[in-house]
């Protein structure tokens, strides 16, 4: 009896698996008897996790496992990432050849960008190409460093600095980007002075800027420059601080 295309059939016969399988080890089978193979049939594609924090530095372990008896010439895995960067890759997104090692296994590690995304990572051998996701999601600071950019500011709108929080992680991350961040200016008896303008949330290096002016105020003493994130899952803040002195005007010659 003739077998038809697609059969998985006993004996002589070719199952679509054993074709795929052929073709991977770089066999030959009759153009007749081959049928669809599912991708997952041949190449395996898995991520040590399914989300990572989208603070620049985290990491995500991908696995792609062949055969480990396939042919020389279909033992490099290609893969490609819609987000974030494969470790030891330039620029972002560009794509990394492994060859598999002698258990069929390529790795590539993922990492992070700064802006939640989903990352679409795809492995391809011989035709054949998988997919996995794994989700960047929101980091919030747990440090926040504070540079008022300057040690002491005179009274008067026309006088201003800029006051930078730098939004940090543990490993060198930074907060995802586009972190919004509150900045006060206080007394040491908890009154306001002064004001912010331009504030800006925190870029892919962590940074977030305000301009910050004493105004017309008649205070002359020390203040609490503070930025502060609050997670609005959980209410909880993370505050950083820097001093800066508000100083009397020099007194003009002949004055």
Do not use: H, K
């Not at 009154?191 to 962590?206: C, H, I, K, L, N």
């Amino acid at each position: 009896m003739r077998r038809r295309r697609g059969d998985l059939g006993q004996g002589r016969g070719w199952s679509r698996l054993g074709i795929a399988l052929v073709l991977l080890l770089g066999g030959a089978c009759s153009e007749d008897s081959r049928g669809p193979v599912a991708p997952d049939e041949v190449l395996g594609l898995a991520a040590s996790a399914a989300a990572i924090p989208a603070d620049g530095v985290s990491l995500a372990t991908i696995t792609a496992v062949i055969p480990a008896d396939a042919a020389p010439a279909n033992r490099t895995i290609a893969f490609t990432t819609t987000a974030g960067t494969f470790a030891g890759t330039s620029p972002p997104g560009a794509a990394i050849e492994v060859p598999a090692d002698v258990d069929g296994r390529a790795v590539v590690t993922l990492q992070s960008g700064t802006q939640p995304a989903e990352a679409r990572v795809q492995a391809s051998v011989a035709g054949f190409v998988r997919t996995v996701t794994v989700r960047f999601t929101a980091a919030l600071p747990e440090t926040i460093d504070v540079d008022p950019g300057t040690f002491s500011l005179e009274p008067g709108f026309a006088n201003t600095t800029t006051v930078t929080a730098t939004l940090r992680r543990a490993g060198g991350g930074v907060a995802t980007q586009g972190t919004e961040v509150r900045f006060t200016a206080t007394t040491p008896a908890g009154a306001t002075v002064g004001e912010f303008r331009a504030v800006t949330p925190s870029d892919a290096q962590g940074r977030a800027t305000a301009l910050y002016t004493a105004g017309d105020t008649a205070y002359r003493g020390p203040v609490t420059i503070a930025a502060r994130v609050t997670d609005p899952a959980t209410g909880v803040t993370v505050t950083g601080t820097a001093t800066l002195q508000i100083v009397e005007p020099p007194i003009p010659p002949g004055g």
